[in-house]
C-alpha cells in the first residue's frame, strides 16, 4: 500500500473483551497503535504491503467494518496445555482504492486480552505477487528488546539492547522480547499463520523494528507469489505484566489455521538418541548399538529411541546431502524393520533421521517406506531457509506426515509460527541454540542463556533443545572430537528443563551409561512431556525462571538461575484443597549432583529452593493418596 493521503485524527479500534488491550487501525490504512492498561506500547506504526506485479496502491479510504466476538475453548494435543481459550474481539476492515479502479484490500485486527495481531488480506480473483511488507512497530524513547541476529539456523545467543542501539544494517529473527521503558507492561514480537506466505526477519529503524520479508529463492525480488489471492502471516503483539507471563499464552496457536481430523494418536515422550554424546564424526552405526539405546529407552520408561545420522545407505558426514545417499535403504547390516520389531516388543518407537534435501523429491515413497517399516516419526534436518518455498515444504512435510500418522521433528528450522497447532503431529522443532552447542569448542550454552530461552524462543512453539547431559558444570569449551560434552549448568537445572522447556517430544541426550545409578535421574524417569496447564511463577529474563505445570492431578515445578545463586520461593496457592507430597530435587555439593526431599504441604504454603550458580531445582507435588 503506498499511501498517498495523510491519516487522519479518526481510527478504527479493537477493543479487548477486558477492556485492558486496544490496537487501532488508521482509517486510511496507513497505520496502527497499540495500548494496554493505559500505556502506550507501539504508536503510530506504518502499515502496508508492496506489491511487485502490479501498481501500487493509491489513496485508501476505509470502506466497511465487519466486527466479531470470538469466545471458544479449544481442544489441543500434546503441548503445553489441554485447552486453549480463544477470546477475542475482532475487526476485518476494507479498504477502498480511491478512483476507477477502486481495487480492495482488508487489514483483518484482533484484540484479546493478552496480545493483539494482524493481517493482510488480498481478494481472490486474480494472481498476487508482492515484494515486502511496510509493517514495522514504532516504540517510546528507551525501550529494550531482547533479540536475536539472524542466522540461516536460527541458533544464537540472545541480549538486551536498545533498540535505538541496534545496527541497522542487520537483520534479527522475528521475534522480540521487549519492556516499555516504565517497566508496566512487557510484550513480544512474533508471527503466525505463515502457510502459504514467507519468512520474515526484523530490522532496526530509530526506535522501531521493521518486518522484512524473506525473498524467494526463484524471484529473489518477490517475496511470495500467490495464484489467487493473498492472506499474509498474522504479526503478533504479546502483552503481559511480566515477561514470564507471556509464557502460558495460547495466541500464536488460536491465530493458526486449528487441525483438521484425527490426532488422537499423537503420542508425546522422551527418547533416548544417540548422537549427543558420540563423536561429531557419526559413530559408525550397529545393530548392537541401536539395540543398547532401545533398551536403555525400555528399562527407563521412555517412549521412543531416535537413530540419527548415519543409519541411511552411503551417509556422509554432517551438513551436506550427498547424492550417493539412499534414504530408501539402510547401510549394510542395519535391518531397519527387525530393530523395529525389536523395539516394539519392548514398547518403544522408533524415530529416523533425515536430510531435507533427501526426503523432499521422494516424500511420498519415502514416508510410506518408513511407515510400512513400522517407524514412529522422523526428524528432517538442515532446511536452513525462511523463503516460501521452503515454508511450503514445511507444510508439505507436515501434511504427508499426518496422513500417514508419523511424527515429524524439524532441525535446522525457522523459529515456529502456528503450524504446530495445525498439525498437532508436529510435534517439536529446533531453530534454538540448545545443548548440542556443548560439543562445539566455540558453544556458548551459558545458564544465562538457558535461562533467557525461556522469555524468548520458547514463546514461538515447542523447542527442541535436547536436554539431558549428566556432565555437568564445566567451565570450559567443548571436547575437540565432540564426545562426552559437558554442560556448564548444574544437574539440577539439567532436571529444572525438563518442566521449563516446551517439547512434546523431549531428548535424553546424554549415554545410557552417563545415567547409570546418577542422581536425578529417577526425575527424568517420572517428568511428563506434555501438560494439562502451564503456569508463570517468578523470573526474569536477566536472572531467573520458575514455572509449573500441570498433568493430572500432578504439579511440576522448575526453576532456573542464571551465573548467579538465588534463592526463590513458590507459593503453593495453585494447589486445590488438602494435603500434597512434594519431592524436591535440588542442587547439590558439586554440579554433577543433586540432593533429594520429601515434605507435606498445602496451599498455604510456600516452598523454598536454593539454587546453586547456574543452577536449578525440580519439583513433583500430588495428592496424598
Known sequence: MHILALATASAIAVVSPDKSVEISIADDGSTFSVTRKGETIIHDAPLGIELADAPEYKVLNS?????????????????????????????????????????KITIEARAYNDGVAFRYVVPEGKPVAISGERTSYRFAEETRCLVTELHNSHERTWNTEL?????PNKLYDNLA??????????????????????????????????????????????????????????????LGDRAGDLIPSPVIGNLARQPSGDFSWVKP???????????????????????????????????????????????????????????LQAEP???????????????????????????????????????????????????????QQIVEFYSRTARETAKRQLLLDMHGAFQPA???????????????????????????VTPAHNVKLAYTRMLAGPMDYTPGGFRNGGKSPGPEDGSNPVSQNTRGQALAMYVVYDSPLQMVSDSPEAYANASGFDFIKIVP?????????????????????????????????NGDARTVTVPLDLLGDGS???????????????????ITVSNRDTLTLPLAEGGGAAVRIRPVR
Open 63 to 103: 470502506h466497511s467494518v465487519r466486527r466479531a466476538k470470538v469466545d471458544r475453548t479449544l481442544p489441543l494435543v500434546a503441548t503445553k496445555a489441554s485447552k486453549a481459550v480463544d477470546l477475542f474481539n475482532g475487526a476485518a476492515i476494507e479498504f477502498r482504492e480511491a478512483g476507477t479502479a477502486g481495487r
Open 163 to 167: 533498540v535505538a542501539s541496534l545496527d
Open 177 to 238: 522480547t521487549c519492556a516499555t521503558p516504565s517497566g508496566r507492561n512487557h510484550f513480544a514480537i512474533a508471527q503466525s499463520g505463515i502457510e502459504g506466505y514467507t519468512g520474515s526477519s526484523l530490522r532496526a529503524s530509530g526506535n522501531g523494528l521493521d518486518v522484512v520479508l524473506t525473498p524467494r529463492v526463484d524471484r529473489p525480488s518477490i517475496a511470495v507469489q500467490s495464484p489467487n489471492g493473498l492472506q499474509s502471516a498474522w504479526r503478533v503483539v504479546l
Open 269 to 327: 515422550g522422551k527418547a533416548a538418541w544417540d548422537w549427543w554424546s558420540g563423536p561429531l564424526a557419526s559413530e559408525k552405526p550397529t545393530m548392537a548399538r541401536y539395540r543398547k539405546f532401545i533398551d536403555f529407552a525400555a528399562n527407563s520408561g521412555f517412549a521412543y529411541f531416535l537413530i540419527d545420522a548415519g543409519w541411511a545407505l552411503n551417509s556422509t558426514e554432517c551438513c551436506e546431502a550427498s547424492e550417493d545417499t539412499n534414504i
Open 333 to 387: 547390516g542395519i535391518d531397519i524393520p527387525a530393530l523395529v520389531e525389536y523395539a516394539d516388543s519392548k514398547g518403544v518407537g522408533l524415530l529416523l533421521w533425515v536430510h531435507w534435501a533427501h526426503l523432499d523429491p521422494r516424500m511420498e515413497e519415502a514416508l510410506d517406506l518408513y511407515k510400512n517399516w513400522g517407524v514412529k516419526g522422523v526428524k528432517v534436518d538442515f532446511m536452513d531457509r525462511q523463503d
Open 418 to 444: 502456528g503450524l504446530q497447532r495445525t498439525y498437532p503431529n508436529y510435534i517439536t522443532q529446533e531453530g534454538v541454540m540448545g545443548a548440542e552447542y556443548d560439543k562445539f569448542a566455540w558453544g556458548a
Open 529 to 561: 512431556a506434555a501438560w494439562d496447564e502451564t503456569r508463570f511463577i517468578d523470573g526474569t529474563p536477566e536472572s531467573h525462571v520458575v514455572l509449573a505445570r500441570r498433568k493430572g492431578t500432578d504439579w511440576f515445578i522448575g526453576a532456573m538461575s
Open 580 to 598: 500434597f507430597e512434594a519431592r524436591i530435587w535440588q542442587d547439590g555439593a558439586t554440579p554433577n549432583e543433586v540432593t533429594t526431599r520429601n
